[in-house]
């Protein structure tokens, strides 16, 4: 799983995920991409599950690009603690995502592979997505 080597700060506050992306909007390394059409958190354990059903799809054939990295820390606290006595501790790591980002690349394979390995990775997500090429 993917989460940073060292953060500036341990916890982060939540923050919006507002308007649309202006950087990595388009596919710029690959030939197709999977782009998020609505904005959302994307954990690592998410990115993972994609990179995963991606990889399995290909089988040695082509190239992957992950276009996001998870570096925000998702806090929670513990069951049955009674409110009030601070923030949670870092349950885990994920990247927030504006609606338009291109999650993923790939290329170096046929179009209907890298559209049915791209729905099987968007499956893994928890937002909306769909298949862009270049």
Same mark, same amino acid.
């Given at each position: ?18 308007? =649309?992306?202006?950087?990595? %909007?388009?596919?710029? $390394?690959? %030939? /197709?991409?999977? +782009?998020?059409?609505? *904005?959302?958190?994307? #954990? %690592?354990?998410?990115?993972?599950? #994609?990179? +995963?059903? =991606? =990889?399995? /799809? ?9 276009? =996001? $990295? @998870?570096?925000? @820390? ?7 603690? *009674?409110? &009030?006595? &601070?923030? &949670?501790?870092? !349950? ?11 999650? $993923?690349?790939? !290329?170096?394979? @046929? ?17 909306? %997505? ?5």
């Amino acid at each position: 799983m993917l989460f940073p080597k060292k953060v500036k700060h341990r916890k982060h506050r939540k923050g919006k995920i507002k308007g =649309i992306a202006k950087k990595g %909007s388009f596919v710029n $390394f690959g %030939s /197709y991409g999977l +782009r998020v059409e609505g *904005p959302g958190y994307v #954990s %690592s354990r998410q990115i993972e599950a #994609s990179r +995963r059903a =991606i =990889i399995r /799809y290909l089988r040695k054939g082509g190239k992957m690009w992950i276009r =996001i $990295f @998870p570096d925000k @820390p998702i806090t929670k606290k513990g069951q049955e603690v *009674p409110m &009030g006595g &601070g923030k &949670g501790n870092v !349950d885990h790591y994920a990247a927030p995502v504006k609606k338009g980002r291109v999650v $993923f690349e790939i !290329d170096g394979i @046929p179009e209907e592979k890298a559209r049915e390995a791209l729905r099987k990775a968007g499956d893994k997500l928890a937002l909306k %997505s769909k298949f862009v090429k270049k």
